[in-house]
Every structure is written in structure tokens, then in C-alpha cells.
């Protein structure tokens, strides 16, 4: 009887370390895809990095930057909104107006900035409806652009709850109406 009951534990111990040996492999593997997503990540920041923003000196590089902002290189369109962040010609305005909505969210974040800097009272919807942007990084840059155009600030936390985002999301538009908005 003592014999069966160690060959039944035996089997069992044999049944449980196989569970968690293939649990095992399969968290390897989990670690691996996100050890390449990581990888991925960390190569969208070089190059981000190594985006340098020039300088517009003449009305051809002006010209130049302008045309970088419809890029299809997110790292050419984020290096042209940084090197027009200071620009006052109107037409920056527009086209980081038009870049709120970029797929890229650095394009997306520099664009609510130079909005927000130029204190561009246009764009404070397109701003309120970014509130609701799926990376934080852009949230912040919508919020910090509509407290500067405003001077109005409504307690809004860009990696605060959904719920509690929406509340702010509410005031701000809620402000808006009464503000003379939509």
C-alpha cells in the first residue's frame, strides 16, 4: 500500500512539474515578444532622438519645415514642429492644428505645445477633444496648451482614471460653452 501511494505521489509530482515547466516555457516566450516590443520601442526613440530640429534662418527653410510637417517620417515631422516651435508665421499654427491629430503621439504632444505657446484660442476644441488621447504624454501637452490659452485650470490629471479624466474632459468643455465656444 506504502509502495502505491509513493508511485500515485511520484506520478502526481511528475504531472505538477510538467505544469510547471510548460508554464514556464510559456512565460520565456511571453518575455521574448515583449523583449521585441521593448526592442521596437527603444528604436522609435533613437531615431526620435537623433531627429535634429533646424533652425529656420530664410523664408526657403522656412518653406522647408513647413513641407516636413506632412512627412511620412514621424522623426521628419517631429524635428520640422521643433524647429517651428518658435516660428510666429500663422501658418505653424495651422499645420500643428491639422498635426493634434498625427499618428505619431510625439508629433501629437509637440503640436498641443506650439498651439498652447502661440496661445492659439482656435484650437482650444481640437485641444479639449486631445484630452481624450490614448497616450498620457499627449494628454499633458493638451492640457498644459489649454491652461496657457485659458489661464482656467479644471484639476485635469492626463494618467488619472478614465473616470475621473472624463469629469475634467467635462468641465473644460462645459467652460468652453460658456465661454463663448461651441
Request: aromatic share 4%; hydrophobic share 45%.
Amino acid at each position: 500500500a506504502q509502495g502505491e501511494r509513493i508511485a500515485t505521489l511520484s506520478k502526481s509530482t511528475a504531472q505538477r512539474l510538467e505544469s510547471v515547466a510548460t508554464a514556464l516555457r510559456e512565460a520565456a516566450a511571453s518575455n521574448e515578444e515583449m523583449a521585441a516590443e521593448i526592442n521596437a520601442i527603444k528604436e522609435h526613440l533613437r531615431t526620435l532622438a537623433s531627429a535634429k530640429p533646424a533652425e529656420p534662418s530664410e523664408e526657403d527653410d522656412l518653406e522647408t519645415l513647413l513641407a516636413l510637417t506632412g512627412d511620412a517620417d514621424p522623426g521628419k515631422r517631429l524635428s520640422a514642429f521643433v524647429g517651428l516651435k518658435d516660428v510666429t508665421d500663422p501658418r505653424v499654427a495651422r499645420k500643428a492644428l491639422e498635426a493634434v491629430s498625427d499618428p505619431d503621439a510625439y508629433v501629437r504632444a509637440q503640436a498641443a505645445a506650439i498651439l498652447g505657446n502661440r496661445g492659439t484660442r482656435e484650437a482650444i476644441p481640437k485641444l479639449i477633444a486631445t484630452l481624450e488621447d490614448s497616450q498620457a504624454i499627449v494628454r499633458a501637452a493638451a492640457n498644459r496648451a489649454l491652461v496657457k490659452i485659458s489661464g482656467k485650470d479644471f484639476d485635469y490629471d492626463p494618467v488619472d482614471e478614465e473616470e475621473a479624466r472624463a469629469k475634467a474632459v467635462q468641465a473644460w468643455r462645459e467652460w468652453w460653452v460658456v465661454e463663448g465656444g461651441e
